[in-house]
């Protein structure tokens, strides 16, 4: 069966510009979560669906940062007037639901690596 | 807060050898504890998890234990191939109502040569 997809793998933009960035979850997760991951490090927390409801977005570094899911299957990630420090590999993962601690497991997808210049 | 700390990488093993990376946590409650494996040009994927002190998880050849006393959840393997070569990483969720996130650590890379 198909995984967790993204698009586009790979995004630049010049500083100032607006991206949007698509996660396709497995059909019938009900939890979307978005991460980043700079370069060398582990992958942070961004922000977290249940269905189209966004339970936490204290991940979200700035208000240029809005992520969106609103029939609770895709997601977007949208950065607004990107700036370079944007710059990280945005990775998307679902969840059937009820989160991790109760041993349910995140599926990733490929990620979409973003270069502000 | 939560967080995850496991060994600098890079590590160097030859095919066959013992392979060890250290995590240790830092969390409230009890967390659920992950081990995610990257492999070169691919996503992210679960290697392996324990939910609750003393449990083992394992897979792949790969064991971790759940150690509350120590807050540790090192990798093992007794006998690393070179199709294991991935970044490594370690993880936690805490297991109470509200945000699920996973907090990671910052990454062990494995190289396993011939």
């Known amino acids: 069966g198909a995984g967790v997809s993204q698009s586009p793998r790979y995004k630049v933009a010049k500083r100032g510009q607006d991206v949007a960035l698509r996660c396709d979850p497995i059909?019938?997760?009900?939890?979307l979560f978005w991460y980043q991951q700079a370069l060398g490090q582990g992958p942070e927390f961004l922000t977290y669906?249940?269905?189209?409801?966004?339970?936490?977005k204290s991940g979200l570094p700035s208000d240029r940062f809005f992520a969106e899911r609103p029939e609770g299957s895709v997601s977007t990630l949208k950065i607004q007037r990107t700036q370079q420090e944007d710059s990280a590999v945005y990775l998307c993962?679902?969840?059937?639901?009820?989160?991790?601690?109760?041993?349910?497991?995140?599926?990733f997808g490929p990620g979409t690596r973003l270069t502000v210049l | 807060g939560n967080s995850v700390t496991q060994m600098e990488g890079p590590v160097t093993l030859s095919e066959e050898a013992f392979l060890t990376i250290n995590c240790t946590y830092t969390?409230?409650?009890?967390?659920?504890l992950f081990w995610y494996v990257q492999y070169p040009g691919e996503g992210l994927q679960l290697l392996l998890k324990?939910?609750?002190?003393?449990d083992k998880g394992s897979n792949k050849g790969f064991e971790a234990t759940y150690r509350k006393e120590t807050t540790s959840f090192h990798l093992e393997k007794g006998s690393v191939q070179v199709s294991d070569s991935a970044v490594y990483f370690c993880?936690?969720?805490?297991?109470?109502?509200?945000?699920?996130?996973?907090?990671f650590g910052k990454g062990t890379k494995l190289s396993v040569i011939p």
């Open positions: 993962a679902s969840s059937l639901g009820g989160g991790p601690g109760r041993g349910d497991t995140q599926y």
């Open positions: 059909s019938g997760h009900v939890s």
């Open positions: 669906f249940q269905n189209e409801a966004q339970l936490d």
């Open positions: 969390a409230t409650g009890y967390p659920s």
């Open positions: 324990a939910t609750k002190a003393d």
């Open positions: 993880a936690l969720s805490r297991s109470g109502a509200g945000s699920y996130q996973l907090t």
